[in-house]
């Protein structure tokens, strides 16, 4: 009754400290003797050996730069002081789970390990826990939460973001706990077997291991834990690119609508500035809701912003073109009607065949 | 040939055939570059490669001097006492084995008879001189070598020594195998590397060593023509960028190939033992796509300002052909096809507006329109008969 209550306690704590998911482990205070103690019976520092799967990423937040998924974390070690007979375990090891487990889990030593990035509260975690004869122990945390990881939207819609959970080790310093994964670690850092997402595809999970910078000069071990998430650009050209490129076509429509007999413009050049300012207020109307919807896009460059900005040059390129040309006929008053004719028919086709080609390029540059 | 239409033509195709020759030997130059760069990225991954199984050799040679060398040690092989031996280093073997990825131990009789092996106690006995030729050179010699080698239970990197008693005889030798697992991936965490090792499966089954190997090793989706995956840091991956062609190839290959929609440039290298026979390869990837990423980029951009250099130099040929001289000399013809049918009503307009050498044009037509007319009469007499 008291162990359980005690191993309530410890997991209570740990659930109840925002922005971490800490293990219960009681080694700092316990003796060395204890079992709760580092197992140092194989040396410095104590191997963790450890793989992620996602079991479920239930939704992406742009926006907020976080996502809500079901992850396993394994962490495995030996602790010689926990061998036992094979006959105490037919089917090969002991296994505990839930209470029974977190009741264990404050008997013996388990790593400090944090789930870093999480933001917030878990909303559920549950453990599980196996003894081998030999002494080695595997400790299984799933963990429903929401967590932080960094967007780059540079290559947007072509872009692969990675999803990542942060695997520190809290308290020991990478002299005394190094976290490592090997090939069947790897083999179980799976991706989801399906997706309820939409504009996304799931690839592949891939580790990284990171120190982190822990009290008193000390290094951590981590490891990186990363889901590559490919974007399904078809969504987003419909609701982005579409009306984005759309747009473009406002300035160049102010050049095309009007036309020259010998050297004078037909159509008065006010007119035209309507339907350039007309196109101003649509490309800033259609950057405040990208904004609102995506708001990563507007925080750095991508693809989106600078399609924004062909916009917005385009359209500079129209209203001087309509002052220089259709307004004030300055290249008639310097180089004649011939001249003015000739400018007009080259910008005619040069400039939507040069915003377009550049429109273009960002998008193949957004796919290289 | 129509002047009006073939002379923008040909000016603008020039043009055109310029910045393009222009862009193709910049895009040239910057592909050049990014090459040299990758290719310096092929030479650092050989480079580490070699410089990390070197020392992995040292260590395993220095571990093997330094056991060799204990009194104790030498004085139970001396006696050839087997439990005395295996009580002296079975402790260490151990330790050896858990932390520092030591995978064999064995004690050897001239030529190569086993005499223990810390790892498989049980065994022993057995001549090795077939196949464990630096064993056999290390007696003949009686100095110490290191090489990369198949034995008891799979390939390690070995360190073998010469043992003598306490009188300085020669009695046999001492080798110590270290696994590939641990040096692998160590270079993986400390490169990022991603890695694998291939061992000739006739060599692994004709000496039949596949009964101290792990079982799982020898399975079809290890099997890559006549190599089987001995150890790699990340088999899905791998096994998508090496595949039976590669490893058939030449005993040294790069190249680069895409593997979950990464790039990664792949340096296949062929292991030898110390007789020089090839026992396996080994593949090591890194990501190129930072570089590729940056040679893609690069030929979008190169190819947009190409395409603006030509339309702009396009734009200034047709404003000045056609606007300063075509138009206006269109526009002059009509005026004069108009006075030699007698219409003298319509002056050269904005004249002021056009070029110098148009302008002479311009006040000719001028002086020929308002020129006094000769009469009818007179003209009619002179032409008359």
């Known amino acids: ?368 | 040939m129509k002047f009006q239409r073939s002379a923008p033509r040909v000016l603008i195709f020039s043009v055109a055939v310029v910045v393009i020759g222009m862009a193709v030997l910049s895009n040239r130059l910057f592909s050049g570059l990014t090459s040299a760069v990758e290719q310096d990225q092929f030479e650092l991954i050989r480079a580490l490669w070699s410089f990390n199984l070197t020392a992995a050799e040292n260590r395993a040679l220095e571990r093997a001097e330094m056991i060799a060398a204990l009194p104790a040690v030498r004085e139970a092989f001396a006696a050839r006492d087997r439990e005395g031996l295996l009580a002296q280093c079975a402790e260490m073997f151990k330790r050896q084995k858990e932390r520092y990825g030591v995978d064999q131990a064995q004690f050897h009789f001239p030529p190569a008879v086993s005499f223990l092996r810390l790892h498989a106690p049980e065994q022993h006995g057995d001549h090795q001189d077939q196949f464990r030729p630096m064993v056999v050179a290390v007696n003949r010699d009686l100095f110490s070598r290191k090489e990369s080698a198949i034995a008891g239970t799979g390939p390690a990197i070995f360190g073998v020594t010469p043992m003598t008693d306490a009188a300085g005889r020669h009695i046999g030798s001492f080798e110590l195998g270290m696994n590939f697992g641990p040096l692998l991936h160590a270079l993986k965490a400390a490169y990022r590397l991603e890695m694998a090792l291939f061992i000739e499966e006739q060599a692994l089954r004709q000496l039949m060593f596949a009964e101290g190997l792990d079982p799982d090793v020898l399975t079809e989706q290890n099997r890559r023509g006549k190599y089987i995956k001995f150890h790699s840091t990340n088999w899905a991956l791998m096994k998508e960028l090496v595949s039976e062609g590669d490893l058939s190839g030449p005993a040294e290959a790069q190249y680069i190939r895409s593997a979950q929609d990464v790039p990664y440039g792949v340096v296949l290298l062929t292991l030898y033992n110390n007789a020089g026979n090839p026992i396996g390869k080994v593949a090591m990837a890194r990501d190129f796509s930072s570089s590729r990423a940056a040679a893609g980029r690069s030929l979008v951009w190169q190819g947009l300002l190409a395409l603006s250099g030509i339309v702009l130099l396009a734009g200034v040929i047709l404003i000045v052909v056609r606007g300063l001289l075509l138009r206006p000399l269109e526009m002059l013809s009509q005026q004069f096809v108009k006075l030699a049918e007698g219409r003298r009503d319509q002056p050269v307009a904005e004249a002021e507006t056009l070029c110098d050498e148009m302008q002479a044009l311009a006040q000719a037509h001028e002086r020929l329109r308002t020129k006094p007319q000769p009469f009818a009469a007179d003209t009619d007499k002179e032409v008359s008969p």
């Open chain 1, 1 to 368: 009754m008291r162990s359980r209550f005690l191993a309530g306690l410890v997991l209570s704590f740990a659930l109840v400290v925002p922005g971490y998911a800490e293990l219960a482990e009681a080694a700092a205070a316990a003796p060395p003797d204890s079992l709760r103690s580092l197992p140092v019976g194989k040396g410095l520092p104590v191997v963790v050996r450890m793989g992620l799967r996602y079991v479920e990423v239930a939704s992406i937040d742009e926006t907020e730069a976080a996502y809500t998924a079901t992850v396993d974390l394994r962490l495995r070690w030996q602790d010689l002081r926990l061998q036992y007979p094979p006959e105490s375990a037919p089917q090969g090891f002991l296994e505990f789970r839930e209470e029974t487990a977190a009741a264990k889990m404050a008997e013996i030593w388990t790593p400090a390990i944090s789930l870093s990035n999480l933001s917030g509260e878990p909303s559920q975690q549950t453990h599980g826990l196996r003894i081998f004869p030999d002494g080695r122990v595997e400790m299984m945390l799933r963990t429903t939460a929401t967590f932080e990881t960094p967007f780059e939207v540079e290559r947007f819609p072509f872009d692969r973001q990675r999803l990542q959970v942060e695997v520190v080790s809290r308290r020991e310093s990478v002299q005394r706990l190094s976290l490592e994964f090997e090939q069947d670690d790897l083999d179980f850092s799976r991706a989801p077997d399906s997706s309820e997402l939409r504009d996304w595809a799931p690839g592949v999970v891939s580790l990284k291991r990171d120190f982190v910078n822990g009290w008193y000069g000390e290094d951590l071990s981590g490891v990186t834990v990363s889901l590559a998430m490919q974007r399904r650009a078809g969504s987003s050209a419909a609701l982005i690119f579409i009306p984005l490129l759309a747009s473009l076509l406002i300035p160049l429509l102010a050049i095309w609508m009007n036309r020259v007999e010998e050297g004078e413009f037909q159509i008065e050049a006010f007119e035209l500035a309507n339907v350039i300012v007309g196109g101003l207020f649509a490309v800033i109307a259609l950057n405040f809701t990208l904004n609102a919807e995506y708001g990563t896009l507007g925080t750095s460059d991508n693809t989106v912003r600078r399609l924004f900005a062909l916009n917005y040059l385009a359209l500079a390129l129209s209203l001087i073109v309509n002052l220089t040309l259709f307004r004030f006929n300055l290249p008639m008053r310097w180089f004649g009607r011939y001249v003015q004719e000739q400018v007009f028919l080259f910008l005619s086709w040069a400039v939507p065949l040069l915003v377009l080609a550049t429109a273009v390029a960002f998008l193949l540059v957004a796919m290289a």
